[in-house]
Nanobody
Framework: QVQLVESGGGLVQPGGSLRLSCAGS????????IGWFRQAPGKEREGVSC????????YYADSVKGRFTISRDNAKNTVYLQMNSLKPEDTAVYYCAAVPTRRIPSVQSMCGMVRLSDYWGQGTQVTVSS
């Protein structure tokens, strides 16, 4: 069955960096879109960045554009989220999600609609604080 496992979260000072990993199993990454979402306490889950793993098309939320970079390694069935210049407002539990590419209109739509994703990881906590 499809499984997603996130890793790489932790505590970092403002301005610092972290790299999150989303390791997939039970499916072939080439045929899927993978998204990073986050949920802060008391807030709704929101799309941060998404990628279609066949052609590498990407989408970024305005709040992270220029600071975060999503990438994939299809050979390792893994998607990464490099997070630089972290801010306290980036503090949240970060989840990765997967959906077959054929089921979404666009990579932007995946990030914009949480319900489009079929599979979810367990989440990893990112805390940005001095």
């Amino acid at each position: 069955q499809v499984q997603l496992v996130e890793s790489g979260g932790g505590l970092v000072q403002p301005g610092g960096s972290l790299r999150l990993s989303c390791a997939g199993s039970g499916f072939i990454l080439d045929y899927y879109a993978i998204g990073w979402f986050r949920q802060a306490p008391g807030k709704e889950r929101e799309g941060v960045s998404c990628i279609t793993c066949s052609d590498g098309s990407t989408y970024y939320a305005d709040s992270v554009k220029g600071r975060f970079t999503i990438s994939r390694d299809n050979a390792k069935n893994t998607v990464y989220l490099q997070m630089n210049s972290l801010k306290p407002e980036d503090t949240a539990v970060y989840y990765c999600a997967a959906v077959p590419t054929r089921r979404i209109p666009s990579v932007q739509s995946m990030c914009g609609m949480v319900r489009l994703s079929d599979y979810w990881g367990q989440g990893t906590q990112v805390t940005v604080s001095s």
